[in-house]
C-alpha cells in the first residue's frame, strides 16, 4: 500500500465471522491440500496460508533441476486445485508466529516488521521442511539444497553453466573442477539427482560442445551411510548403486563431508576439486515451529500424539515433514515422503470434519500405510520397493513414471509432463535448458591469440 | 576462477587461430541466427556470442507475461539450434565494448572491471533492443517492459499477485487499484498484452477468487497516436481496437502519459489509480552501440547503408533492431520486427559468404519484403495485414497461430506449445500461473475481526 490510506475501516474480505468453525491450515504442499479436502464437505470455513501461490510436486523437482521440465510442469496455482471446494479460501501469506495462546497465527503485515493475526478454531501446522546444513549454514551459498521451485531453477543454471565455463576454459586443471559435480546426500533427491544429470551429461548434451566432451564430465554422489537409498531395502540399494555407477556415477560410501571450499569438497583430508556442488542431505523444520512455546526435536520438527496434535492444544495439528510422528501399528517414525503427508493430512482432517459435526469419540491413534518407494535414476531406469519386492530396470521405471503422472495435481501438468518425458525419450533433448538470471552469467574466457593476419 | 590460479599458459579451446576467417555475430536472436546460418557452408569460424544461453521467440514472450506459456516453450538453448552447424562456436559472454581500430569485441572478463578483447575479421551487430523510458528511467521500477525472459516472468508474478492482494484487501478503493492495470503504448506488445490480461481476467480467473470477481479488473491500454497498431493499415487498426473494447479493455487514443507514481498514473492532470503499470512504448539501442566511436541516432541504433555495412567498416555490420536501416525499393526505414531482422540477417550472411568465397563484386542494396503483419488479441481472435487485405476475428487467429507455430524454434517448442494452447482452448486454464520470487510475495492483509466467540 501507498501507506497514505488509514487502515481504519478496513473490513476482511469473505473472512468475517458467520458463525462456522474456522479450520486454518498452513501450507498448501501434499499435507495441507490432503486435508482441506478431507474437510470439504464440513460445515466450517477452511483457510489455507501459504507464501506461495503453488502446489509444487517436490518428487519431480529434480527434473527441473536438469532441465527436463519447466516449473509449470510440476506446479499448480492453489486456487484452481480448490476451486471447486466452496468452503476454501486461499490466502497468499508468509505466517511468522504461531500463538497458541491466544489461538492465532500472526501473518506477515502490511508494514515492515508488523504482523497480523488470524484466529483460529483449528489449526493444521503442514510447512514441509527444508535442507538443513548440520550447522554448516555458509555451505548453503555453495552447495544449493533443492526444495522449492527457486532452488531448482539455481541448480539448473549452475549445472548449465558448468559446461558453458568449461567450453571457453583454456587450463586443464580448471575445466577438470568445472565439469565436476559433488552431491552430498545419497538419499531418493541425491541419487535421481545424480542419474538425471550423468544422463543429460551422456546423452543431451554431447553434440551440443565444441571444445570439451560433456561425457568426461564427473558426478561424485557421497553418502554418510553405508548405502544409497536408506530408507529403501538392501537389495533396492545395491541395485540403485549398480544402475547408478553404469550411468557413471561415482558412488562414495561411508564419507562425511568436511568443509566445502569454493575450489571443492573435503572429505577430511581428501580433497575433491569441484565447482559444483550440491545438497541433498538432511531436513530442517522451518523456524517458525520454535515460535510456538512447546519443544521440538533437534530437527525442529513438532512432536504430536497418535491423533497428530500436539500435546496439550487438541485442536492444533502437524503433518507431514513439519512433525514427529510414530505409526500406531509398527511403532516406527512416519516417513518424510508424500504418502506420509497425504495419510496424515487425510487423518487429521478426518477427525477435525467429525469433531465439527459433533462427534467427539475417542480419536483413532494414526496408522501408516506403506504404499512402497520409487526413485528414479535416469530415464527408463528405476528402483522400487512395492509389496516387500526389489524391482529395478524399465519395469520400475514404467511403474514409476505412471505412479507420478497419476499424482501429479491437475490435467494440465498429466499432459505436459508426459509430452515432455517423450520428447526427451524419442529425441534425448531436454526442453528446458535455460540458464536464468543474466546478470550472473560471467564466463571466464581465455585470452584469445590473435586471429587477424588470417583471412580476408 | 579461484583467483588463485595463474592465466599464463591458458589456451583458448577451439578458437585458435587456423587459418579460417573469423566471424564474430553478436546475439542469437533472429537476425544473428539468419546471418550465423546463412554462413553454415562457409571456410570460416562463426562465433555467436550472447548473454543468454537461449534463443527468444520474442513475439509469444507476452504469452509468457499472461501465464499462458511457460519459459521454457518460447526459448531454446542456441548451442541445440545451431549443434548440427559445424563451423558454428557459441560463446555465452557479455559484450562490454565495441573496438573497431583494433577490430575486436570487448567481452566481460574474469575479474571484476577486466574486458577480454575478441578479435574478429567480420563483425555482426545484431543485439536487438531493449525498452525505453524517453529520460524517465526511474519509471523502470514501476512499469517494468518486456523485452527478456526475466521481464515476462516479472509481469507476470506482479499480475498474478495484484489478484492475490485484491483478494484480501478491505478497502474499496485500494482494491480498485490493484485490479486497475494500465498499459503504455499500443503497438502489438501492448495491444497483445492488453487482449491477454483481458481475457485472463475474464475467463481463467473467475472460479478461482472468493472475494473478487476477477472480471471487473479494469484492464487500460494508453496509445500516444490517434489509432492502436499504428505499422498496420488504418482499416485493422480500427478493428483491433473494436475487438479489444469488446474484450473490456479501455482504450485511450492521443494521451501521453506524463508521470507514474506507485499510487497511478498521469496523463497531465488526469490521474488514473492503478497499481500495476506495464511499458510497452519506445525502444531503445543498447549502450554498446556508444562504445564504437560513431554517430549514433537518438534511438542508439546504428545507421547502415544498403549493404547494411558500417560507413567506412565494410567488415562491420548492424542487423535488426539494433540498425537504423532503408529498404532500397520503398526508401522507408526497415521496421523493428522478427521479419525486418530475419532478412537483414540473411543479407548480411549472404554478403560475408559471397566474399569469403573471393567474389568481392558489388554488394547488392537490401530490400524488404513484407509478408504481412499480425497481432493476436486473446484466444481466438487476431488481426492481420496480409497482402494489402486486412483480416480478423477466427481466420486471422488462425493465420497467426500457424504463422507463430511454423517460427517457432525447435520440434519440442512446437509441441509443447500446441499443447499449452489446446488446453488454454478447451479448459480456459492457464498453465503457468506461478508466483516467482517468494521473497516479494508481501499480500497487505486486514484486520481479521475475531472468529473465535463461534465454532467448536
Given at each position: 500500500?501507498?501507506?497514505?490510506?488509514?487502515?481504519?475501516?478496513?473490513?476482511?474480505?469473505?473472512?468475517?465471522?458467520?458463525?462456522?468453525?474456522?479450520?486454518?491450515?498452513?501450507?498448501?504442499?501434499?499435507?495441507?491440500?490432503?486435508?482441506?479436502?478431507?474437510?470439504?464437505?464440513?460445515?466450517?470455513?477452511?483457510?489455507?496460508?501459504?507464501?506461495?501461490?503453488?502446489?509444487?510436486?517436490?518428487?519431480?523437482?529434480?527434473?527441473?533441476?536438469?532441465?527436463?521440465?519447466?516449473?509449470?510442469?510440476i506446479?499448480?496455482?492453489?486456487?484452481?486445485?480448490?476451486?471447486?471446494?466452496?468452503?476454501?479460501v486461499?490466502?497468499?501469506?508468509?505466517?511468522?508466529?504461531?500463538?497458541?495462546?491466544?489461538?492465532?497465527?500472526?501473518?506477515?503485515?502490511?508494514?515492515?516488521?508488523?504482523?497480523?493475526?488470524?484466529?483460529?478454531?483449528?489449526?493444521?501446522?503442514?510447512?514441509?521442511?527444508?535442507?538443513?546444513?548440520?550447522?554448516?549454514?555458509?555451505?548453503a551459498?555453495?552447495?544449493?539444497g533443492?526444495?522449492t521451485?527457486?532452488?531448482a531453477?539455481?541448480?539448473?543454471?549452475?549445472?548449465?553453466?558448468?559446461?558453458?565455463?568449461?567450453?571457453?576454459?583454456?587450463?586443464?586443471?580448471?575445466?577438470?573442477?568445472?565439469?565436476?559435480?559433488?552431491?552430498?546426500?545419497?538419499?531418493?533427491t541425491?541419487?535421481?539427482?545424480?542419474?538425471?544429470?550423468?544422463?543429460?551429461?551422456?546423452?543431451?548434451?554431447?553434440?551440443?560442445?565444441?571444445?570439451?566432451?560433456t561425457?568426461?564430465?564427473?558426478?561424485?554422489?557421497?553418502?554418510?551411510?553405508?548405502?544409497?537409498?536408506?530408507?529403501?531395502?538392501?537389495?533396492?540399494?545395491a541395485?540403485?548403486?549398480?544402475?547408478?555407477?553404469?550411468l557413471?556415477?561415482?558412488?562414495?560410501?561411508?564419507?562425511?563431508?568436511?568443509?566445502?571450499?569454493?575450489?571443492?569438497?573435503?572429505?577430511?583430508?581428501?580433497?575433491?576439486?569441484?565447482r559444483?556442488?550440491?545438497?541433498?542431505?538432511?531436513?530442517?523444520?522451518?523456524s517458525?515451529?520454535?515460535?510456538?512455546?512447546?519443544?521440538v526435536?533437534?530437527?525442529?520438527?513438532?512432536?504430536?500424539?497418535?491423533?497428530?496434535?500436539?500435546?496439550?492444544?487438541?485442536?492444533?495439528?502437524?503433518?507431514?515433514?513439519?512433525?514427529?510422528?510414530?505409526?500406531?501399528?509398527?511403532?516406527?517414525?512416519?516417513?518424510?515422503?508424500?504418502q506420509?503427508?497425504?495419510?496424515?493430512?487425510r487423518?487429521?482432517?478426518r477427525?477435525?470434519?467429525?469433531?465439527?459435526?459433533?462427534?467427539?469419540?475417542?480419536?483413532?491413534?494414526f496408522?501408516?500405510?506403506?504404499?512402497?518407494?520409487?526413485?528414479?535414476?535416469?530415464?527408463?531406469?528405476?528402483?522400487?520397493d512395492?509389496?516387500?519386492?526389489?524391482?529395478?530396470?524399465?519395469?520400475?521405471?514404467?511403474?514409476?513414471?505412471?505412479?507420478?503422472i497419476?499424482?501429479?495435481?491437475?490435467?494440465?501438468n498429466?499432459?505436459?509432463?508426459?509430452?515432455?518425458?517423450?520428447?526427451?525419450?524419442?529425441?534425448?533433448?531436454?526442453?528446458?535448458?535455460?540458464?536464468?538470471?543474466?546478470?550472473?552469467?560471467?564466463?571466464?574466457?581465455?585470452?584469445?591469440?590473435s586471429?587477424?593476419?588470417?583471412?580476408?
Open positions: 500500500m501507498t501507506g497514505t490510506e488509514s487502515t481504519a475501516g478496513r473490513t476482511s474480505i469473505r473472512l468475517q465471522p458467520n458463525g462456522r468453525p474456522r479450520v486454518v491450515v498452513l501450507g498448501g504442499g501434499f499435507g495441507g491440500l490432503a486435508a482441506v479436502r478431507e474437510l470439504r464437505k464440513s460445515n466450517a470455513d477452511v483457510i489455507l496460508v501459504d507464501r506461495c501461490n503453488h502446489h509444487l510436486f517436490q518428487p519431480l523437482l529434480y527434473q527441473v533441476a536438469t532441465a527436463t521440465l519447466d516449473a509449470s510442469d506446479a499448480s496455482p492453489i486456487r484452481t486445485v480448490l476451486r471447486r471446494q466452496q468452503n476454501a486461499v490466502v497468499l501469506s508468509k505466517a511468522t508466529a504461531i500463538d497458541l495462546e491466544r489461538q492465532q497465527l500472526m501473518l506477515e503485515g502490511v508494514h515492515e516488521g508488523q504482523a497480523e493475526p488470524m484466529p483460529f478454531d483449528w489449526l493444521v501446522i503442514a510447512t514441509g521442511a527444508h535442507h538443513a546444513y548440520f550447522g554448516h549454514d555458509d555451505w551459498k555453495r552447495a544449493p533443492l526444495k521451485l527457486e532452488d531453477i539455481d541448480i539448473r543454471s549452475r549445472f548449465l553453466l558448468a559446461f558453458e565455463n568449461a567450453e571457453v576454459e583454456g587450463d586443464d586443471k580448471c575445466r577438470r573442477a568445472e565439469l565436476t559435480f559433488v552431491i552430498v546426500g545419497g538419499g531418493p541425491g541419487c535421481e539427482l545424480a542419474g538425471s544429470m550423468a544422463q543429460c551429461a551422456r546423452c543431451s548434451m554431447p553434440r551440443d560442445f565444441r571444445g570439451v566432451d561425457r568426461t564430465a564427473r558426478i561424485v554422489l557421497i553418502q554418510g551411510g553405508d548405502r544409497v537409498l536408506p530408507t529403501f531395502s538392501p537389495k533396492t540399494s541395485r540403485a548403486q549398480r544402475i547408478l555407477e553404469r557413471g556415477v561415482e558412488v562414495r560410501l561411508n564419507q562425511h563431508v568436511t568443509d566445502i571450499k569454493e575450489e571443492g569438497v573435503f572429505v577430511g583430508d581428501d580433497f575433491t576439486p569441484a559444483n556442488v550440491f545438497w541433498a542431505a538432511g531436513v530442517q523444520a522451518p517458525i515451529t520454535r515460535t510456538m512455546g512447546i519443544e526435536d533437534r530437527a525442529g520438527r513438532i512432536p504430536v500424539g497418535g491423533d497428530c496434535a500436539i500435546a496439550g492444544h487438541p485442536n492444533v495439528f502437524a503433518i507431514g515433514d513439519v512433525a514427529s510422528a510414530t505409526c500406531a501399528k509398527t511403532g516406527r517414525p512416519v516417513p518424510g515422503v508424500a506420509g503427508a497425504i495419510q496424515t493430512g487423518h487429521v482432517g477427525i477435525i470434519a467429525k469433531e465439527i459435526r459433533g462427534k467427539t469419540s475417542d480419536r483413532p491413534a496408522k501408516y500405510f506403506d504404499k512402497g518407494s520409487l526413485a528414479s535414476l535416469g530415464s527408463g531406469r528405476a528402483v522400487a512395492i509389496w516387500g519386492l526389489s524391482v529395478g530396470g524399465r519395469l520400475a521405471w514404467l511403474i514409476w513414471g505412471l505412479v507420478h497419476m499424482f501429479l495435481v491437475g490435467f494440465r498429466r499432459i505436459s509432463v508426459m509430452v515432455q518425458w517423450s520428447i526427451q525419450a524419442i529425441f534425448h533433448q531436454r526442453g528446458a535448458r535455460l540458464i536464468a538470471g543474466e546478470e550472473e552469467v560471467r564466463v571466464k574466457l581465455p585470452e584469445l591469440p586471429n587477424r593476419d588470417h583471412g580476408s
